[in-house]
């Protein structure tokens, strides 16, 4: 298979040889959302992320900060102290990996792509911290777009949208623009739907259902399922019982075109999306 080029990380291409992309999640944090994902501590944080490029992970994400529902801004110098020991560590024990920060504080993103970094993953759209805006100006990474119309650990919507993939459209257009204006090339940013994030179930189901309408806006899509509050409302599934209906949503979401994923178990969705694009290549070829 021919190398696709799917997004530019600094001077970087990020290339592909298969027909999805791969996010390991590394969480140092001591409330995300997922327990298993909790890795504090340096040194297991530092293995965490070796085991995942190891098992396939095409880009390592570090998120020093939980966003989950009802979670408290962490402090600039806190999250900083946790993400550089193992930004730095990577850098020497696998050069070759690709490192997202999933972070929407301007400073925390200067210091980490100063640091190496390649990727800023923003659940905020640069709404929370405007500064950021310059910060990917003048750095120019690669940057995933979060649609999340809400505060930070805002707790679900009860109320559905009238029409979320127009909604879904326009803030995506309008953030764009917005972005390009100020000096970041299109080409750096990658668009994610913000599964869970100040969105009902309803809404959530509704985007998932139609996540193909937003390959029309040219950018490559991200979508973050692993594990979430969407499997406890869509099926009754606690957190730890998510695994099995993570991965065979995965699969499902790239057959509606979606390019990049975001999990916890970098090895079981590597195993589904080779098989769905085995699959997928089988049934383009009889068409």
């Known amino acids: 298979m021919t190398c696709k080029p799917l997004v530019v990380v600094n001077a970087k291409t990020v290339c592909l040889k298969r027909d999805f992309g791969l996010m390991g999640i590394v969480n140092l944090t001591t ?15 530092i293995k965490k992320c070796i085991d995942l490029w190891n098992q396939g992970a095409d880009i390592l994400d570090l998120g020093a900060e939980s966003s989950r529902p009802g979670a408290s801004p962490l402090g600039m110098g806190v999250e900083i102290s946790r993400l550089l020991p193992v930004i730095m560590a990577l850098k020497h024990s696998v050069p070759s990996a690709i490192l997202a920060v999933d972070t929407w504080h301007a400073t925390t993103a200067q210091t980490v792509l100063e640091q190496g970094a390649h990727i800023i993953n923003d659940i905020s759209a640069c709404r929370f911290d405007p500064g950021l805006v310059d910060v990917l100006a003048q750095y120019k990474p690669g940057y995933i777009l979060v649609h999340n119309p809400g505060s930070f650990g805002m707790l679900p919507s009860k109320s559905k949208s009238p029409d979320i993939i127009a909604d879904l459209e326009k803030f995506f257009t309008d953030v764009l623009t917005k972005l390009v204006k100020a000096g970041l090339p299109e080409d750096r940013v990658i668009l994610d739907p ?22 029309t806006l040219g950018r490559p899509l991200l979508v ?10 869509l099926l009754g ?4 019982e998510r695994s099995t209906v993570t991965q065979v949503a995965t699969a499902l979401l790239w057959e509606r075109g979606v390019v990049w994923h975001r999990v916890h178990d970098v090895g079981k969705a590597l195993e589904v999306l080779t098989l769905a694009s085995y699959f997928g290549q089988h049934r383009l070829r009889s068409c």
Do not use: C, W
């Not at 979430?228 to 409302?233: A, H, N, Q, V």
């Open 237 to 240: 599934l606690d957190v730890a």
């Open 31 to 45: 409330d995300s959302f997922y327990p298993a994902s909790r890795t504090l501590m340096h040194t297991a944080a």
């Open 224 to 233: 973050g399922l692993s594990h979430k509050r969407l499997f406890e409302g």
């Open 194 to 215: 913000g599964i869970g994030f100040a969105k009902s179930h309803a809404d959530n189901l509704t985007i998932l259902q139609n996540i193909a309408a937003l390959e």
